[in-house]
């Protein structure tokens, strides 16, 4: 604590000095503690306006009270003045200036913010602001330096990362000095973390526009660095594939940071390293810990051919990828699927398909400017683009640690000598597989003997092989130590479960080696061959046990066997459960697939490989319920592709197998009805020769109506069909066909029909008819009744028992509510409706709900910010064939949306791309409500560009078509009339009458010549 403080009152050791000379000359000699103050200036200081006639003595008497106040030895007498005998530390208002200096001076936010605080804790005020004279001055002086400490305060804190300390500070600073762009980038940076990217991105916005308008420049470089950053940020986060840590991950930090770093400066990082010493789990913890969004982990342990390795990727990214699109190859499928932004890919194990993974690489990075790529191999890519990371051992001291844990984990109560466990360490080579192996056997044997034994492992394997890969070499000893443990049965076994990538539980072991073999699995557990079961009870192994029992496989010459019994596996199991996703119970089949979903997807490939047309129409039919439940559209069309063409023909020879193949083919069928209809020509005529199933069950009555198709009449013939089920999917049918015709009551009334149709309990048909009839009340914006039908289809998501909101229930409900302006309903809906999936249509409409409730709450920027986010996510140029239609209907809302708030400026190019974009849609059949988007878009935009008169009569034509109305307040129909009739009443009184006399061909020729001439209407 300083001894003598000047802010806000003149005190000594805590003692007040009474006086206003007293307190002006203690100001004066602190303003130069190294040299003091001479009479003459003391004398100018104290009396400016009068001097006293005696200044001198006048002085000596100020400096005599001062003196008896607070002792003889503070103020020194010099030879030609007076001095304060204290140092700068001793003085308040020098050692806050001192503070300011070393906050300038910090290396880092941390001792800034240090420096700073230190400083702020010797300011509580400025005193009277009426005092002058040398305290005055020094007070007001140290006011600036306080004001120049709090900006660095706010800066510090947001530098640090704490977004919600800062926040309020920058906001004031921001406030007072708008043009500081240093402090505008901070607020930038904690707003979004605090407030969401959409805050700061409308902040920037704003400020940008001032730029523009009053100076006509840009913000800095900086700035719009950090806009980029939000835009970045704004999209929905999207990590699959990432493993979480079973455990800690023993001295490997800095290697974690090391590979981190490596990214930000390479766009390709290879971890090299021999097998065994972690690759893999540093690979994830690294995906775990990066601050990129997009992040896509995919394992090439299951790949045997370079030729399968862009269509391993490409699988995994269409199953998980945030733009999953069909491509016209699998690494165009690559890169679209990771999108444009900021995105790591990692492909783990890659030494085995080195050429095809360096070919893969190559191939995307020259396309996606900002992707990174991480690789673990034996060998480096070789390509300009990469940097090596050579994995380290681990050294003696982690390594000891290491068994230690994993040790006292296998046996709690073993003894560990340290002499004895530091040798056996030695011996490891610093593998963190070996070290787990051989802490595994302390259950059976004391560590002495493990030593022992594992240097006459070594011996007997170093000296035989030697044409083997050296990379093989000392990983081979560690696992043959345990496999030289086994006896035959435990060995078999051990080779035949390794050829499932996915792992397995003790069911499907069953299953392979026949019989219940909790027994061997519990053997090879205890020799860490496997890994114990996890809260799933699945079985997994590591994927250099795995290599390893590949090779004794083959050497023993039971590949073929050891595949005809997967394939018999994945057959089984698929013929058990795949109808069950759309029966009574439909939870319990759908988690086995999901679990199963690895191991299925290679029996397919070994299926459709070898020919073997049972095994893939069963494991199709079970894969494709699960995607057809939970909406994996982009993986069962892009199957079905590959699948088709080997099963035009097949026909099984007993009903298991013809029940499979029918729904396989159902499903894919089905699916391209849906999203392209002249790609469902092919898979009916494969239907049409299959014999007809039971129509009490879903996909027989599917398949009963589908097959009729393009058939009108006979589609309304089954409408009436005393079949319950086949009379609820040709309604469902009609109800498609009359939306697309723009008659949306028609279609609602066929969908009002279905639920009187249906079984009790077939969750999966709930979900369906109450999803669809809850659209069609948002179009018909009947939000009440919406909310009732989104009710009753999520308790059958929850029946169903799926992964996340396969039909959007909760976003839907987020809309009705919007729609009945309840927005405090709506709140609370968005709150708990947890991360959207990572599909376009699923991303896009998690977008708009949340720009639409912005909207709704008045916060127009930030609405209006992720209506524009939206038409980027699903972009006309780039989203798949079947999203087009909508991605041109999402472009036509974002205008109206900007149109309704008088901001068309942000988005005039894409509203001027509108008449090109309707004429496309027409040409191409879009259904009607799409048109109609289009149109009343037209339509606003010219009402706010001043032509109302031809503005009324573009919306009285798009309500003909039955423009979509779900997202609201944006689409609301009685604002577009109110709207529309204050400006132009008596035009669109005459246009609505003009074209109701027009049939739906008529209107159609009608809006393609509007879309060609794009002509008055007057």
Known sequence: MPRLTLLPRVAVDGVAVPGVRAGALLAALAADLAAGCSTGRLVAELWPEVPPADPAKALQVVVSRVRARVGPGLVATTPTGYRLALNPVD???EALRLHAAEADRAPDPAAMLAAVDAGLALWSGSGDPSDSGPLGALREERRRTVAGLRRRRALALSRLGRAGEALEPLEELVGAAPEDEEVLLELLRSEGTVRGPGAALARYESYRRVLADELGTDPGAALRAQQAALLAESAPARRRGIAAEPNALLGRDG???AVLALLHTSRVVTVLGPGGLGKTRLAHAVAARTDTRTVQVVSLAGVRSGADVAAEVADAVRAGGPLAVAAPDPTSAVAEALGSGPALLVLDNCEHVLDAAADLVHALVARARDLRVLVTSRAPLNLASESVY????????????????????????????????????????GLPLAVELAAARVRVLPVGEILRRLDDRFALLRGAGRDRPERHRTLEAVVAWSWNLLDDEARTALRTLAALPGGFTGDTATGLLGGDRIDLLETLVDQSLLRPPDATGRFRMLETVREFCAARRAE?????????????????????????????????????????????????????????????AAVLAALGALWTVESGTQRLLATGVDCLPALARYRPADDAGL????????????????VDPATAVRPLAVLRRIPPGRTDEAIGAIARVVTVLPDVEALDELCRDPRPLVAAVALGVVGYVREVQGDLAGARAAAREMPARIPARMPWLHMFVYGRLAELSLQLERHDEALVQFGAAGRAVAELGVFGDPIN??????VAHLGLGATGAAERALAGAGPSADTPDAVTFDLVARAELALAKGEVDA?????????TVLDVDSCAAWLWPYAWSLRAMAVVAHVRHHRLDEVAGTADGLPAG???????????????????????????????VRGAWLVAIAERFHYQREYQPTMSGAATRAVVTAVAGPAYAEAVAEYAGLDRDELRAEARDLAAAYRDLV
């Open 556 to 616: 023993a010459g039971e590949d073929a066997l050891v595949t005809g019994r997967v394939l018999e596996w994945g057959r089984r199991t698929s013929l058990a459960v795949h109808a069950q996703p759309f029966g009574a119970e439909p939870a319990p089949a759908l988690h086995l697939i999901r679990a199963e979903q690895e191991n299925l997807l290679h029996v397919l490939r070994l299926a459709r490989a070898l020919g073997d047309r049972g095994t893939l």
């Open 390 to 429: 050579p994995l380290p051992q681990l050294d003696p001291a982690v390594t000891v640690a290491l068994f230690l844990e994993r040790a006292r984990a296998a046996r709690p109560d073993v003894a560990l000598p340290p002499t004895e466990v530091a040798a056996l360490c030695a011996r490891l080579d």
């Open 659 to 674: 029940a499979a193949l029918r729904q396989a083919v159902v499903q894919y069928a089905t699916l391209c009805l849906v």
């Open 91 to 93: 003085v308040d208002a």
């Open 863 to 871: 609405g209006l910010a992720s209506w524009r986010r939206a038409t």
């Open 918 to 948: 309707l004429g496309a849609l027409l040409a191409a059949g879009a259904p009607d409500p799409v048109c109609g988007t289009v149109l009343l878009a037209l339509g606003l935009v010219e009402v706010e560009r001043g032509r109302a």
């Open 809 to 814: 229930v909760r976003l839907g409900t987020v």
């Open 255 to 257: 290697d974690v940071a």
